[in-house]
């Protein structure tokens, strides 16, 4: 098993939607959960960053935790085109030095 | 991606030849790190350095050798490429708010 388990989609939703992507995770160790988007050919870029459970929202963006379920969502509200893109998790523990990633879901907004 | 220049962005080396990828930073942050990307694996961990001179493997290390003289540059070298090395390369920093930081990666093929 994985450590950190991400359906790979892809995810195909029109604009306006909103969108729920969700990672789960086996070590309870864990204390920073990320998520990154990532543009077609280019880096990574960091979205959210919370290291507790609950809600940590940032404009259309929400990032929740459930560290009982292991279990961290991304919520993208009035999705936009520009939101097409594969978006990851990522999760550390200690102090977070050493980053696991799940395998990333490639999500789509149509018009 | 401001603050990382990988080096080269494209290269195609022929199986048994050394290669060596660069990575440049300027904000002088003490964690560095490459990953590799291939689909349906995501993001993995071949090597990362946390001071000059102070590097550790990572999951995927077997095949890759790493060097950290300077703050500034952390190198990746395959000794002897093989077909199962191509793939895209990332290089990334950690700032102190452990976010992570994406340079825009390396394309390499090995033919």
């Known amino acids: 098993q994985k450590e950190v388990e991400q359906d790979p989609g892809p995810l195909s939703v029109p604009e306006g939607a909103i969108v729920s992507l969700n990672c789960t995770y086996s070590?309870?160790?864990?204390?920073?959960f990320m998520w990154y988007r990532q543009y077609s050919r280019k880096g990574p870029e960091l979205l959210m960053y919370?290291?507790?459970?609950g809600n940590k929202e940032d404009g259309r963006f929400t990032a929740q935790v459930d560290k009982s379920s292991k279990y961290i969502s991304l919520f993208i509200r009035d999705s936009q085109p520009s939101d097409s893109a594969t978006y990851l998790c990522?999760?550390?523990?200690?102090?977070?030095?050493?980053?696991?990633f799940g395998t990333g879901t490639r999500l789509q907004v149509t018009l | 991606d401001a603050g990382i220049t990988q080096s080269p962005r494209h290269k195609v080396t022929e199986t048994g030849t050394p290669v060596t990828l660069r990575c440049h930073q300027t904000e002088n942050h003490r964690y560095m790190y490459w990953y590799r990307q291939d689909p349906g694996h995501g993001l993995r961990l071949i090597h990362y350095?946390?001071?000059?001179?102070?590097?550790d493997k990572g999951e995927v290390s077997d095949g890759y050798s790493v060097s950290r003289s300077k703050t500034e540059d952390f190198l990746l070298t395959l000794e002897s490429a093989t077909s199962s090395q191509t793939s895209v390369y990332f290089c990334?920093?950690?700032?102190?708010?452990?976010?992570?930081?994406f340079g825009s990666g390396t394309r390499l093929t090995v033919v």
């Open positions: 990334a920093t950690m700032d102190s708010n452990y976010g992570y930081t």
């Open positions: 350095s946390y001071g000059v001179k102070d590097t």
């Open positions: 990522a999760i550390g523990t200690g102090t977070a030095s050493k980053l696991t």
């Open positions: 070590n309870s160790a864990f204390q920073y």
């Open positions: 919370t290291y507790s459970s």
